[in-house]
């Protein structure tokens, strides 16, 4: 069974701090997307990262995925009270690309 | 167009009895996922439905679960004999063949 770890599991910030989330597995994935959910609502994708090491950014916030494709971090820079919700990596692999979600990190900034 | 629509809402329901939920895809999108979430805790994979193809049933924690889809599109949840346990929230999600997965708001099921 793929298993993906977030850490943390909870974090709460003052607006403007930076902060980095991290998604850890043993697995090997071919690609990697992150997703955000607010409250009462279903995730919506962020970022997919499909090339080892490879980097994205997306205003304030960066993608890196791992350069062995196991591992990804979400870096927030100058944290916002909108950027609050819960933070959600998955993992795709497989031939018919099935997708393993991560544990979550749930993240408020305080105004 | 529309985007994933789930129904109902929210579901409240007694020990033992039976409930469906429903999910109404994006048209157009050849698959469709169900999942679960506890407690705005990650999402645990149920089933996962491909065009024409057997479904992945991999996902399912009990023979109390099933799930059909009709006609290719809409799809539904069946969880017989609720337990306690069952309570959590269920998404579906529909995507054109593996591209991105586009995610319905979601029911919470609530069994007393």
């Known amino acids: 069974t793929q298993l993906l770890e977030q850490s943390p599991q909870f974090l709460s910030i003052q607006e403007g701090e930076n902060l980095t989330v991290y998604c850890n597995s043993s697995?090997?994935?071919?690609?990697l997307q992150w997703y955000r959910q607010e409250p009462g609502e279903g995730p919506v994708l962020l970022v997919t990262v499909v090339t080892g090491g490879e980097v994205k950014k997306l205003k304030r916030l960066t993608f890196q995925f791992g350069d062995a494709r196991k591992d990804s971090s979400l870096h927030i820079t100058a944290a916002q009270p909108g950027d609050t919700g819960l933070y959600l990596c998955a993992g795709t692999s497989g031939g018919y690309q099935k997708v393993t979600f991560g544990t979550g990190t749930k993240l408020q900034v305080i105004p | 167009g529309a985007g994933v629509s789930q129904s109902p809402s929210n579901k409240v329901t007694e020990k033992g009895k039976d409930v469906e939920l429903r999910c109404d895809p994006i048209?157009?999108?050849?698959?469709l996922y169900w999942y679960r979430q506890s407690l705005g805790q990650g999402l645990e994979f149920l089933i996962y439905f491909q065009g024409n193809s057997a479904p992945d049933k991999s996902g399912l924690p009990s023979d109390r679960f099933s799930a059909e889809r009709t006609g290719g599109s809409v799809s539904t949840l069946t969880i017989q004999r609720t337990q306690q346990e069952d309570s959590a929230v269920y998404l579906c999600a529909s995507s054109y063949y593996t591209d991105t997965q586009y995610f319905g708001p979601g029911t919470r099921l609530t069994v007393l």
């Open positions: 048209s157009g999108h050849t698959a």
């Open positions: 697995s090997v994935f071919s690609s």
